[in-house]
């Protein structure tokens, strides 16, 4: 297994649907029963059961829950520093590009030496920022289409609402 692993749910069969369901109950079962829950992990041999830290079983919690309600499941390390080319790449902009959001303060980095060196956890905010943005701008972007409206005036419409938000982007 990589640093980030992506559990897809379009790769899950009913058996894998269904295990799943039994480990959500397992995991969630002790909570009722227990005041201080523990939690263990048992393999396939005749070990004695490893107990794994709250933190742990949290996050295996969270996991099992996303994966069975079908959604995707990313796992990645979150004290991880990331040079510029890797945070570009996780952004999925050029590292020019990346270097301009830094020397405008969009985005906090640290310098060892010559490098610029980023935490993860700041280029996911980045990247989500920059997620809900473009939405906003497509939103802004929208225009209701009457069928039986002209054609002209519909094209002058989206005209006056790209300046519009033209004129936004520049003002930030």
């Not at 009722?32 to 393999?43: I, N």
């Not at 390390?77 to 945070?87: D, I």
């Not at 959001?101 to 905010?125: I, M, Q, Y």
């Amino acid at each position: 297994m990589t640093a980030t692993e992506a559990l897809a749910p379009s790769t899950y069969s009913a058996t894998d649907r269904q295990q799943l369901e039994r480990v959500y109950a397992m995991l969630t079962a002790d909570e009722a029963v227990h005041p201080v829950p523990r939690y263990y992990l048992v393999g396939g041999g005749v070990e004695d059961p490893v107990e794994l830290p709250e933190e742990v079983y949290l996050m295996l919690l969270r996991v099992v829950d996303a994966m069975q309600k079908g959604l995707s499941v990313t796992v990645s390390p979150t004290s991880q520093t990331l040079t510029s080319q890797q945070a570009a790449d996780l952004l999925g902009i050029s590292r020019p590009t990346l270097i301009k959001a830094l020397d405008e303060g969009k985005l906090p980095f640290a310098r060892s030496g010559t490098h610029r060196r980023l935490a993860l956890t700041d280029v996911l905010d980045y990247r989500e920022k920059r997620r809900r943005e473009q939405y906003a701008a497509i939103e802004a972007l929208s225009v209701e289409v009457d069928e039986s409206a002209d054609i002209d005036e519909v094209l002058k419409d989206l005209k006056v609402a790209r300046k519009a938000l033209a004129a936004n982007g520049r003002t930030r």
